[in-house]
Each structure stands twice: as structure tokens, then as C-alpha cells.
């Protein structure tokens, strides 16, 4: 099992998307608080990492959510930001659902330290967790 803190409220990617136009086209890109978020919590896991595996394989992740606030949130958003900054760190070679078929989070308060806590496990890994 390997173990990651990112300390932030997470922000969702999926929500947070800004129209760009070049020319006469237009498309969506990740809100500056994404990215600035995302380049925040880049070198909190890239200074978590060595020494612990890289998952190219059948895995399974656990998730606590510590928010500070009791704004309302949509459930998952928070989980595709996290997916997609283990890739980007190279954590996890891929979030695609053969490298990651099982998942769980949990939400929590916690005013003064928002927080993410990731817990990753191999397939078989016993982790007192139901999936």
C-alpha cells in the first residue's frame, strides 16, 4: 500500500472549464483554479514518491475528502482531479478501469486542513477496506 497527502480543498476539474477561442474556433480548457490547484499539488506528490511503486496494474484506491466547508459538492468530481494528478505525476501509468477497476471515497469536514488522503493497494492487497 502506498500513501499520498495532497493538502488542499481538492478543485474539480470537470466544473471548472473556461471557453478559449483561436480564430473562429472555440473549446474548453481547465479554469485557472484547476491549474493552479493542479500545479500546487504536483510537487506535494512528486515529493511523496520515491521509493513507492508505480501502478501499471490491477489496483484498487481509496479516497478520504477532508473539505472545509459544507458547501455542496458533486461526489466524483473530486476523484477524477485526483485520478488524473497520479497520472500526470506518473503514479498511475493510466486511470483507465484495467489499471484501476476498483475505487472508494470517502468526505469528511475538516476546516483547518483540507485535505486529500489517497491509499493505493495491489488487487490482492488485504485492506480492511469493502470495495
Known amino acids: 500500500m502506498d500513501h499520498y497527502t495532497v493538502y488542499s480543498e481538492v478543485v474539480s476539474k470537470k466544473n471548472n472549464k473556461e471557453i478559449c477561442r483561436r480564430g473562429n474556433k472555440s473549446f474548453l480548457i481547465s479554469s ?3 491549474r ?3 500545479e500546487q499539488a504536483v510537487p506535494q506528490i512528486m515529493a511523496q514518491k ?3 511503486k508505480v501502478y501499471d496494474h490491477n489496483c484498487k484506491i481509496y479516497i478520504e475528502f477532508y473539505h472545509d466547508s ?3 459538492k458533486d461526489a ?3 476523484q477524477t482531479s485526483i485520478f488524473d494528478l497520479l497520472v500526470d505525476c506518473g503514479v498511475l501509468v ?3 478501469w484495467q489499471i484501476l477497476p476498483r475505487g472508494m471515497f470517502e468526505n469528511y469536514y475538516d476546516k483547518l486542513q483540507p485535505r486529500a488522503e489517497i491509499y493505493i493497494y ?3 492487497e488485504e485492506t480492511g477496506i469493502v470495495f
Open 76 to 78: 466524483d468530481n473530486g
Open 70 to 72: 459544507y458547501r455542496r
Open 122 to 124: 495491489d488487487k490482492d
Open 94 to 96: 493510466d486511470d483507465n
Open 32 to 34: 485557472k483554479r484547476f
Open 36 to 38: 493552479d490547484w493542479h
Open 50 to 52: 520515491p521509493g513507492k
